[in-house]
């Protein structure tokens, strides 16, 4: 039996890719109550481009609207949507996720089981992975998120609560910490979050060889995190440290290196050298060893190894700079 639920409204942030078809049909399909509005917000920067596939709704897409939030980045694009939802809950998807055949009936359950102090419900989130051979180091990120606290991918929320906060803090402009920080600031007002019972498949996403050096960009967001929730932050979001310590060593060699060979000092030169080349050594291995070993993979391992501790190191810094006199988040929806 399906317990009784108060009205809810989903919110897609999408920059139109054509995953986003497969989220609405899954939507669509899944059984259990059904969403009284569907908020699509669509963040392309251009708005002449082409609509959104409404049709993949079936009977729901006469409960679809659709917002601009002029390519701000997919905060921006919640706080757009949440900003015209009333009802109780608000619930978040990502454009590539598919929620499960019993997704709605799962989340009455998840909803109705919520204490009166509870904020969040997060949603269990399926990563299918190959199954004829290792996954690669990008397959292994993504793989991450079945793990993670408070992912947006699929997370529902009292909207009083979003509310009382003012919603997602638009300073961090891509997919990373903007989950953890709301989620940290909602429990430091006063509320629950718990991982519920309802299931969402996170497919992995084309990606090329270039990927991981793209993503160091995050390492600015996690300045912006310690700025806000202080150095202890990845205990309480329960989240990987990373390597940005090992990135910053391995980055002081390398340069020293060179300005130790530009001052005629070989030897110390020499010295710096070795150990960049050390720990870009064991950074590759690090990387390699649990994928698939191919020839491709190595390669792509092997140059980005070389290349992401600097690219990491630049992005802290600068994010350093750039967040040091950043205060509290005072945006409201």
């Known amino acids: 039996m399906i317990p009784p639920l108060a009205s809810y409204a989903v919110v897609v942030p999408t920059i139109g890719r054509p995953c986003l078809s497969d989220c609405l049909a899954a939507l669509a399909a899944s059984d259990g109550p059904e969403p009284r509005r569907i908020v699509l917000v669509d963040d392309r920067p251009d708005p002449a481009v082409g609509g959104l596939p409404l049709g993949a709704l079936g009977p729901l897409a006469d409960r679809a609207i659709v917002l601009r939030s002029g390519g701000r980045g ?31 009936e799962q989340l009455a359950r998840d909803l109705a089981e919520a204490s009166p102090d509870t904020g969040g419900v997060q949603g269990v989130l399926d990563v299918p992975l190959p199954t004829d051979r290792r996954p690669t180091d990008w397959e292994r990120n993504t793989a991450g998120l079945r793990g993670a606290l408070w992912a947006t991918a699929d997370m529902a929320y009292r909207t009083a609560a979003l509310k009382a906060v003012g919603g997602f803090d638009e300073r961090f402009p891509r997919a990373f910490r903007e989950d953890a920080d709301l989620a940290l600031r909602i429990i430091d007002a006063g509320w629950l979050i718990r991982r519920g019972e309802r299931r969402t498949e996170h497919p992995v996403r084309p990606a090329d060889r270039w990927v991981s050096i793209r993503v160091q960009k995050g390492n600015a967001d996690d300045a912006l995190m310690v700025r806000l929730h202080g150095r202890d932050w990845w205990q309480r979001a329960a989240a990987p ?20 060979a530009t001052a005629g000092s070989r030897r110390a030169a020499a010295l710096a050298a070795a150990g960049w080349l050390l720990g870009t050594a064991e950074f590759a291995r690090a990387r390699i060893a649990p994928g698939p070993r191919t020839v491709d993979e190595i390669l792509t391992m092997t140059v980005t190894s070389a290349l992401i501790p600097a690219v990491a190191t630049w992005h802290r810094l600068s994010g350093t700079l750039r967040h040091r006199a950043a205060g509290t988040w005072d945006g409201t929806v």
């Open 241 to 260: 440290r990373g390597r940005i310590r090992r990135h910053a060593v391995v980055t002081a060699a390398g340069l020293g290196a060179l300005a130790l």
């Open 74 to 104: 997919p905060a921006a694009a919640r706080n757009t949507g949440l900003r015209v939802v009333d009802e109780p809950w608000t619930v978040l998807l990502d454009d590539d996720v598919r929620v499960s055949a019993y997704w709605r």
